[in-house]
């Protein structure tokens, strides 16, 4: 079994900071990419940052120069720093790993359990 769990969530006023940790644990063997995406009220999910094993990233558009990508391999943890954050960044958002389950090294595409940011003054 594989679990990712979200932390870091809440309200925030327009302009401030926050961080979102994501931790993976059960049954794995390696995790290749991990991502974030956010789903705001009434719309699609969407990809907002992605990093690779080797630490190569990729952000959309809407957040790049404000949002900050990471992982810990060893602790097999994800982080997103959030800057600058707008009214139009309230969303819940999700963690997202590509794994490589160890026994039988199937591959799952893993999420976490999703935290709602709300940017609000």
């Known amino acids: 079994q594989v679990q990712l769990v979200v932390s870091g969530g809440g309200l925030v006023q327009p302009g401030g900071p926050l961080r979102l940790s994501c931790a993976s644990s059960?049954?794995?063997?390696?995790?290749?990419?991990m991502a974030w995406y956010r789903q705001p009220p009434g719309k699609e999910r969407d990809l907002d940052a992605r990093i690779s094993s080797d630490n190569s990233v990729n952000y959309a558009d809407s957040v790049r120069s404000r949002f900050i990508i990471s992982r810990d391999n060893a602790k097999m943890m994800v982080y997103l720093q959030m800057n600058a954050l707008k009214t139009e960044d309230t969303a819940v958002y999700y963690c997202?790993?590509?794994?490589?389950?160890?026994?039988?090294?199937?591959?799952?595409?893993?999420w976490g359990q999703g935290t709602l940011i709300t940017v609000s003054s």
């Open positions: 997202n790993a590509e794994v490589h389950r160890s026994g039988d090294f199937s591959r799952l595409d893993a």
């Open positions: 059960g049954s794995i063997l390696s995790i290749d990419t």
